[in-house]
């Protein structure tokens, strides 16, 4: 309906008023009676037997409630985290899964790794004990660097004596050689997908609850999944049945794929509780922990090969990918750098073999799991850096090189899995150079040099898979789960809707853009729809929000509900009109009998739903409340062009990205407004990947150097431009809503728009992230020594 | 972090009383380097003296700048009197930090802490201040004595920073990305009876650059400066910048100074 | 333990607290006011921003007991007779705020902004005033255009 609240309006957020007015409810805002505060005791070593820990001093200090360690943990029976995702290796074994206890057992794997919790009456009596805790280590030998872990003397887990979890391959490797044969060029390439940490700006807290009285668990935490967190913690770690578990994710501040997993502190609040007398036990992590032990990002070494004819075709594409998993493997992290990965390696671009091969392994460093993209960030880094580096060594027009090659026939299969349905990746090149006035940029280019600067210009034309589905497949693929979403739409008497969604969002705004939905197929107030979710106690079950997925299925199951609501709505307006549902027609919130002047008001029907006096419940049973599963058919594939002009100080090394366009193609949009702004924080945080962003293990100690905002830069203000957007669309044709996922593209674009930037100023190859000045200070040192 | 007893005399007197009286005591000013030690766990004094109610703020401008030493960065940066006789200073201290911790940091503490990234060390240095403290007038060339280190005995409090007027002076400041602490930082002034040249930033503590100094001795321009190589004994590596590409930062932040000394 | 006062939104509030207890804490934890952040440990993020007698501090850079008799607005002060203050009215209508988590201390900041600096900021100027807070959300574009508007509208 049009009534500026529906599909396509710019509505403004619901959910502003509470954020504005410091009436959000975060985790770390909720206190309960009697509540206890947790401080875990973290190794200080990257890897470490632990000989002995001797509590005793630490159990006399003031305050202290209780002290828990690995070895209460096994006493206690409760499971060890787990990696939801099985990845066989070529040779067809299983990946190598070690054991990831909640506090260690026997051995620390990283700096920060959870050693033992001390429970006390304040957050400052914690801490102080945790510091009187003594462990007595056996320090070993450690490795940090994901390239050189394999075969390193530092033996993470038993199970993978080279450190290796798999060794993972995608596509047809015999056909990819016999394409590179016919090659009539070659460019190879050696890239490093630096390492991130996700910083969302809510740092993670837990409070778990034990119920003495009624056996029952409570955990409030701050995630993006808590269905699956409450699934993981019952059937995994054992802690307690479902319905015995309840697990509330209040109002999360940021995720970034950081609040997906399920984390050691999370589970042993929620089971410490019981342990401490069925008091609550509060965790917020400071920002120094949350450096240390959330999942990282990224942290990929490649080689890629890109063969082409003599004609500029892309005839083969090869790839070997070393990928750091951490110290142990975190909830997904194995679907990050193979499916999520290596399946988008054919870039928009028709390419007829593609082999990839993927070496996953053990590092002394914090897990890496899921981050903003997810290996779609990775793979575009790869496929647009190669496509770039290989366009400048055939002396062609970066752009027309892309044009050339573009997929431009749909659906396309690829040769690594993934059916394109639908896209128009010129469109958005066209858009792009408009918008970014490539024309113009020669002059600009002699503008910079003129004042000792370098000015380059570069391209990224991405695709990601979101939406991940459907269940079958992956579960084929490996997956433990199903990526399917629930609804459930409660129409209340008075005709008022509440939507319970298992999507949960965490700065997406979808209390605005789902109650649109809503007002746009009931005609009913943007206001009169509420959003319920969060909550395992109010929601049954749903998978939460992750891979741009609460748009194209979220969505899509409250759109599947809603047409079930309807359809019932139209028979009780049919009973009381006394007509036949055939004959009711539904528009802008009211009913309507064909051929009469009979019609009733959304509310009315809802009412009547509910007084149940017209119409026999023997045939109609009274109420208006409907649910839905959505399990898509098909990833959905949103695409676009990114275009990045830098310009570097000749003097300091200093990148600034003085210009950036984006034209995406997210198929039809809910509220633009809100999708404007998750392409602008995507874009910052590749622009930060690219420029600022790197976590850096010390080689010699293990330690993590940049552990906090002192060392680790994050993209503030004046660091970032303001850009230019556009949109293409073609709807996506596996959603009714035709839509496609925008969370993550410019978080996937980025990184490479800017680095190709950087290395066409330069006129280099590559320059590696984050591309700091003292690292570009260092190229254009290169550079001047070359010209000597 | 650590707790304390907070004592907040009314008098520098009663300060320097309470700080002989409690030999783990720390002086905190506006606190915006002292606090985030503490909640790092890197400083835990028994007492903390806080000398928030000295209300020693403040600037007289005569044959000289002076500056209390509670005076905040915002103070300075916005101070009339500051811009007028000495701009380069008032651009120095509206660029530190953060514009919350301006309206918190003082010049005193500042020095009185002598952070190897903090600006106004070089500023003192660069012009040649002289350092007020409750018991003597201490010059800056003798006052920084190394990182984290000042010539104040125990219990010496800072009272006021006295600048000479410059004929001209400027400061760039070249950020750590991350930090935003100066990863170099150059203050360069031409008294009237020569030029001086401070750097801080550069790892050890604040340091006056002979070989900037020397080039600009023959002429206070940014060309003298073409071709100046510093050395990189007085420059660490680290992280964010080896001392090669920091040495290099020191004659290109010591360009852009003079380009903007007033 | 020093007891301490001060008038906090316009209201008295006054209690005990140790020499250690941050400002933030005093806050977050006694008077119960949760809309002011903690967001690292190292003085940088700014989603602890309060107004301290009328200038924008980080109050996990601030010792509650060197606060006594101070006036302090946080965001839960901000908005009369529930009419949103201009600056939160922006960040509404300009889409600057995704998860909320830095907002409270970015208003705050961008209100000092416009009391120390005048209504009429260019983006330069605000990204620049901008460097004591951090968003991991919205990428800054909105967030500038926010401040633009809201500055006006002050």
């Given at each position: 309906?049009?009534?500026?609240?529906?599909?396509?309006a710019?509505?403004k957020?619901?959910?502003?008023?509470?954020?504005?007015?410091?009436?959000?409810n975060?985790?770390?805002?909720?206190?309960?009676p009697?509540?206890?505060?947790?401080?875990?005791?973290?190794s200080?070593?990257a890897?470490a037997?632990?000989?002995?820990?001797?509590?005793?001093?630490?159990?006399?200090?003031?305050?202290?409630?209780g002290?828990?360690?690995?070895?209460?943990i096994?006493?206690?029976?409760l499971?060890?985290?787990?990696?939801?995702?099985?990845?066989?290796?070529?040779?067809?074994s299983?990946?190598?899964?070690?054991?990831?206890?909640?506090l260690a057992?026997?051995?620390?794997?990283?700096v920060?790794?959870?050693?033992?919790?001390?429970?006390a009456?304040?957050?400052?009596?914690?801490?102080a004990a945790?510091?009187a805790?003594e462990?007595?280590?056996?320090?070993?030998?450690h490795?940090?660097?994901?390239?050189d872990a394999?075969?390193?003397?530092?033996?993470?887990?038993?199970?993978?004596?080279d450190n290796?979890?798999?060794n993972?391959?995608i596509?047809d490797?015999?056909?990819?050689?016999?394409a590179?044969?016919?090659?009539?060029?070659?460019?190879?390439?050696?890239?490093?997908?630096?390492?991130?940490i996700?910083?969302a700006?809510?740092?993670?807290?837990?409070?778990?609850?034990?119920?003495?009285?009624?056996?029952?668990?409570?955990?409030?935490?701050?995630?993006?999944?808590p269905?699956?967190a409450?699934?993981?913690?019952?059937?995994?770690?054992?802690?307690?049945?479902?319905?015995?578990?309840?697990?509330?994710?209040?109002?999360v501040?940021?995720?970034?794929?950081?609040?997906?997993?399920?984390?050691?502190?999370e589970v042993?609040?929620?089971w410490?509780?019981?342990?401490?007398?069925?008091?609550?036990?509060?965790?917020?992590?400071e920002?120094?922990?949350?450096?240390?032990?959330?999942?990282?990002?990224r942290?990929?070494?490649?080689?890629?090969?890109?063969?082409?004819d003599a004609?500029?075709k892309?005839?083969?594409?090869?790839?070997?990918?070393?990928?750091?998993?951490?110290?142990?493997?975190?909830t997904?992290?194995s679907?990050?750098?193979?499916y999520?990965?290596?399946?988008?390696?054919?870039?928009q671009?028709?390419?007829?073999?593609?082999?990839?091969?993927?070496d996953?392994?053990?590092?002394?460093?914090?897990?890496?799991d899921?981050?903003?993209?997810?290996?779609?960030?990775?793979?575009?880094?790869?496929v647009?850096r190669?496509?770039?580096?290989?366009?400048?060594e055939?002396?062609?027009?970066?752009a027309?090189?892309?044009?050339?090659?573009?997929?431009?026939?749909?659906p396309?299969?690829?040769?690594?899995i993934?059916?394109?349905?639908?896209g128009?990746?010129a469109a958005?090149l066209?858009?792009?150079m408009?918008?970014?006035?490539?024309?113009?940029?020669?002059?600009?280019?002699?503008?910079?040099?003129?004042?000792?600067?370098?000015?380059?210009?570069?391209y990224?034309?991405?695709?990601?898979?979101?939406?991940?589905?459907?269940?079958?497949?992956?579960?084929?693929?490996?997956?433990?789960?199903?990526?399917?979403?629930?609804a459930?739409?409660?129409?209340?008497?008075?005709?008022?809707v509440?939507?319970?969604?298992g999507?949960?969002?965490h700065?997406?705004?979808?209390?605005?853009?789902?109650a649109?939905?809503?007002?746009?197929?009931?005609?009913v107030?943007?206001?009169?729809?509420?959003?319920?979710?969060?909550?395992?106690?109010?929601?049954?079950?749903?998978?939460?929000?992750?891979?741009?997925?609460?748009?194209?299925?979220?969505?899509?199951?409250?759109?599947?509900?809603?047409d079930?609501?309807e359809?019932?709505?139209?028979?009780?307006?049919?009973?009381v009109?006394?007509?036949?549902p055939?004959?009711v027609?539904?528009?802008?919130?009211?009913?309507?009998?064909?051929?009469?002047?009979k019609?009733?008001?959304?509310g009315?029907?809802?009412?009547?739903a509910?007084?149940?006096?017209?119409?026999?419940s023997a045939?109609?049973?009274?109420?208006?409340?409907?649910?839905?599963?959505?399990?898509p058919?098909n990833?959905?594939f949103p695409?676009g062009?990114?275009?990045?002009?830098?310009?570097?100080?000749?003097?300091?090394?200093?990148?600034?990205?003085?210009?950036?366009?984006a034209?995406?193609?997210?198929?039809?949009?809910?509220?633009?407004m809100?999708?404007?702004?998750?392409?602008?924080?995507?874009i910052?945080?590749?622009?930060?990947?690219?420029?600022?962003?790197?976590?850096?293990?010390?080689?010699?100690?293990?330690?993590?150097?940049?552990?906090?905002?002192?060392?680790?830069?994050?993209?503030?203000?004046a660091?970032?431009?303001?850009?230019?957007?556009?949109?293409t669309?073609t709807?996506?044709?596996?959603?009714?809503?035709?839509?496609?996922?925008?969370?993550?593209a410019?978080?996937?674009?980025?990184?490479?728009?800017?680095?190709?930037?950087v290395?066409?100023?330069?006129?280099?190859?590559?320059?590696?992230m984050?591309?700091?000045?003292?690292?570009?200070?260092?190229?254009?040192?290169?550079?001047?020594?070359?010209?000597? | 972090?650590?707790?304390?007893?907070?004592?907040?005399?009314?008098?520098?007197?009663?300060?320097v009383?309470?700080?002989k009286?409690?030999?783990?005591?720390?002086?905190?000013?506006?606190?915006?380097?002292?606090?985030?030690?503490?909640?790092?766990?890197l400083?835990a004094?028994s007492?903390?003296?806080?000398?928030?109610?000295?209300k020693?703020?403040?600037?007289?401008?005569?044959?000289?700048?002076?500056?209390?030493?509670?005076?905040?960065?915002?103070e300075?940066?916005s101070?009339?009197?500051?811009?007028?006789?000495?701009?380069?200073?008032?651009?120095?201290?509206a660029?530190?930090?953060?514009?919350?911790?301006r309206h918190?940091?003082?010049?005193g503490?500042?020095?009185?802490n002598?952070d190897?990234?903090?600006?106004y060390?070089?500023?003192?240095?660069?012009?040649?201040?002289?350092?007020?403290?409750?018991?003597r007038?201490?010059?800056?060339?003798?006052?920084?004595?190394?990182l984290?280190?000042?010539?104040?005995e125990?219990?010496?409090?800072?009272?006021?920073?006295?600048?000479?007027?410059?004929?001209?002076?400027?400061?760039?400041?070249f950020?750590?990305p991350?930090?935003?602490?100066?990863?170099?930082g150059?203050?360069?002034?031409d008294?009237?009876?020569?030029?001086?040249?401070?750097?801080?930033g550069?790892?050890?503590?604040?340091?006056?650059?002979?070989e900037?100094?020397?080039?600009?001795?023959k002429?206070?321009?940014?060309?003298s400066?073409n071709?100046?190589?510093?050395?990189?004994?007085?420059?660490?590596?680290?992280?964010?910048?080896?001392?090669?590409?920091?040495?290099?930062?020191?004659?290109?932040?010591?360009k852009?100074?003079?380009?903007?000394?007033? | 333990?020093?007891?301490?006062?001060?008038?906090?939104?316009?209201?008295?509030?006054?209690?005990e607290?140790?020499?250690r207890?941050l400002?933030?804490e005093?806050i977050?934890?006694?008077?119960g006011?949760?809309?002011?952040?903690?967001?690292?440990?190292t003085?940088?993020?700014?989603?602890?921003?309060?107004?301290?007698?009328?200038k924008?501090?980080?109050s996990c850079?601030?010792?509650?007991?060197?606060?006594?008799g101070?006036?302090?607005?946080?965001?839960?002060?901000?908005?009369?007779?529930?009419?949103l203050h201009p600056?939160?009215?922006?960040?509404?209508?300009?889409?600057?705020?995704?998860?909320?988590?830095?907002?409270?201390?970015?208003?705050?900041?961008?209100?000092d902004?416009?009391?120390?600096?005048?209504?009429?900021?260019?983006?330069?100027?605000?990204?620049?005033?901008?460097?004591?807070n951090?968003?991991?959300?919205?990428?800054?574009?909105?967030?500038?255009?926010?401040?633009k508007?809201?500055?006006?509208?002050?």
């Open positions: 309906m049009d009534n500026g609240t529906g599909i396509g710019r509505v957020r619901k959910e502003d008023h509470r954020f504005l007015t410091g009436k959000g975060y985790t770390d805002d909720i206190n309960l009697k509540q206890t505060y947790a401080y875990f005791v973290r200080p070593h890897h037997t632990i000989n002995k820990i001797d509590t005793a001093a630490a159990k006399k200090m003031p305050g202290v409630v002290i828990f360690t690995g070895e209460d096994a006493n206690s029976k499971g060890g985290l787990i990696c939801g995702w099985m990845i066989h290796s070529k040779d067809g299983p990946m190598k899964a070690g054991p990831h206890p909640v057992q026997g051995k620390v794997r990283y920060g790794d959870h050693v033992a919790v001390v429970i009456e304040t957050r400052e009596q914690a801490k945790a510091g805790v462990v007595d280590y056996g320090v070993l030998p490795v940090v660097d994901v390239a394999m075969g390193h003397k530092a033996q993470i887990h038993d199970v993978a004596p290796r979890v798999f993972w391959s596509g490797e015999a056909a990819t050689d016999a590179f044969k016919k090659a009539a060029h070659v460019t190879k390439i050696d890239l490093v997908n630096n390492r991130l996700p910083n700006m809510e740092p993670r807290a837990a409070i778990g609850y034990y119920d003495t009285g009624a056996d029952h668990y409570t955990l409030y935490t701050t995630s993006q999944n269905h699956v409450r699934l993981v913690i019952s059937a995994f770690h054992g802690l307690a049945p479902e319905h015995k578990l309840r697990v509330i994710a209040p109002d501040g940021g995720g970034f794929g950081s609040k997906i997993f399920i984390y050691a502190e042993v609040c929620v410490a509780s019981k342990y401490v007398g069925g008091r609550p036990v509060k965790w917020t992590a920002r120094t922990e949350s450096f240390l032990a959330d999942a990282h990002g942290d990929h070494v490649t080689h890629a090969e890109l063969a082409t004609g500029g892309i005839i083969g594409f090869k790839v070997h990918t070393k990928a750091a998993m951490g110290a142990y493997l975190s997904f992290s679907c990050v750098p193979t999520l990965y290596a399946t988008l390696l054919s870039g671009y028709n390419i007829p073999a593609i082999y990839a091969e993927v996953a392994l053990y590092t002394n460093t914090a897990p890496v899921a981050y903003r993209g997810a290996g779609r960030p990775e793979a575009t880094y790869v647009e190669i496509v770039e580096t290989a366009a400048r055939l002396k062609m027009d970066p027309e090189f892309r044009r050339k090659n573009f997929v431009t026939q749909f396309h299969q690829t040769p690594v993934m059916c394109y349905d639908a128009d990746y958005a066209d858009e792009a408009k918008i970014a006035d490539v024309k113009g940029f020669p002059a600009r280019k002699a503008a910079s040099a003129a004042k000792g600067n370098y000015r380059g210009l570069g990224s034309a991405y695709i990601e898979a979101c939406g991940i589905a459907p269940s079958a497949a992956i579960g084929s693929l490996g997956a433990g789960v199903g990526l399917w979403e629930s459930e739409v409660r129409v209340n008497p008075v005709g008022t509440e939507i319970l969604t999507s949960h969002s700065g997406q705004g979808h209390e605005t853009t789902f649109q939905l809503v007002s746009d197929r009931l005609g107030d943007i206001n009169n729809v509420a959003i319920v979710h969060g909550d395992t106690d109010k929601v049954q079950f749903g998978m939460g929000t992750y891979g741009s997925r609460s748009g194209a299925v979220g969505m899509t199951a409250i759109s599947k509900a809603l079930k609501i359809a019932k709505a139209k028979r009780i307006a049919a009973a009109m006394e007509s036949s055939e004959d027609e539904f528009k802008n919130g009211t009913f309507t009998v064909k051929g009469t002047d019609k009733m008001a959304f009315e029907v809802a009412l009547s509910y007084v149940a006096h017209k119409f026999n045939e109609i049973e009274p109420g208006l409340k409907e649910s839905a599963f959505h399990d058919s990833f959905v695409a062009v990114h275009i990045a002009e830098v310009e570097i100080d000749g003097d300091t090394g200093v990148t600034t990205v003085v210009n950036y366009t034209v995406d193609d997210f198929g039809n949009v809910i509220n633009p809100i999708v404007e702004g998750q392409v602008h924080g995507g910052t945080q590749g622009i930060g990947q690219a420029l600022a962003e790197g976590a850096v293990y010390d080689k010699v100690s293990g330690q993590l150097l940049t552990g906090s905002y002192m060392d680790y830069q994050m993209p503030r203000a660091d970032v431009p303001s850009y230019k957007l556009g949109f669309c709807p996506c044709p596996s959603n009714p809503l035709g839509m496609k996922g925008c969370g993550e410019g978080a996937i674009a980025s990184p490479a728009a800017v680095m190709n930037a290395t066409d100023a330069l006129a280099v190859k590559d320059v590696p984050p591309a700091t000045p003292n690292v570009v200070w260092n190229q254009l040192q290169h550079l001047k020594k070359a010209a000597e | 972090m650590e707790n304390f007893n907070y004592h907040r005399p009314a008098s520098v007197d009663d300060a009383k309470a700080a009286a409690h030999p783990e005591a720390k002086y905190m000013s506006g606190g915006q380097t002292l606090i985030p030690a503490m909640k790092q766990g400083a004094p007492d903390i003296i806080d000398l928030g109610a000295l020693n703020s403040g600037v007289s401008l005569g044959s000289s700048l002076v500056i209390k030493a509670g005076t905040t960065h915002a300075v940066a101070n009339a009197d500051v811009k007028k006789a000495i701009p380069a200073l008032a651009g120095l201290a660029n530190i930090g953060d514009p919350h911790v918190k940091g003082t010049i503490g500042s020095i009185a002598n190897p990234a903090a600006d060390p070089s500023a003192c240095l660069g012009l040649g201040a002289t350092i007020h403290t409750n018991a007038k201490i010059a800056a060339d003798d006052f920084f004595t190394g984290f280190s000042t010539a104040l125990e219990g010496e409090v800072v009272t006021a920073v006295e600048f000479p007027l410059p004929k001209k002076a400027g400061y760039a400041k950020p750590n991350a930090s935003r602490y100066a990863m170099i150059v203050f360069v002034a008294t009237g009876s020569g030029a001086r040249a401070a750097v801080t550069a790892g050890h503590g604040v340091f006056r650059a002979k900037i100094e020397g080039a600009l001795a002429g206070f321009s940014a060309a400066l071709g100046v190589k510093v050395g990189t004994d007085n420059v660490a590596g680290d992280l964010h910048a080896s001392a090669e590409y920091r040495a290099h930062l020191i004659t290109v932040m010591a852009r100074a003079v380009d903007a000394a007033k | 333990m020093p007891a301490i006062s001060m008038k906090v939104n316009g209201q008295a509030v006054c209690g607290v140790e020499g207890t400002l933030v005093f977050r934890e006694k008077i006011l949760t809309g002011t952040h903690v967001g690292c440990d003085s940088q993020c700014g989603a602890c921003v309060v107004l301290v007698n009328g924008a501090v980080k850079t601030a010792l509650a007991v060197a606060h006594d101070a006036e302090v607005i946080t965001v839960e002060g901000l908005a009369a007779d529930g009419k600056m939160q009215e922006a960040f509404k209508d300009n889409h600057g705020l995704q998860c909320g988590f830095c907002t409270p201390g970015m208003v705050i900041a961008s209100i902004m416009v009391n120390r600096l005048g209504k009429n900021l260019s983006e330069e100027t605000i990204r620049h005033e901008l460097e004591g951090i968003c991991r959300c919205t990428g800054y574009h909105n967030i500038v255009a926010a401040v508007a809201g500055a006006a509208n002050m």
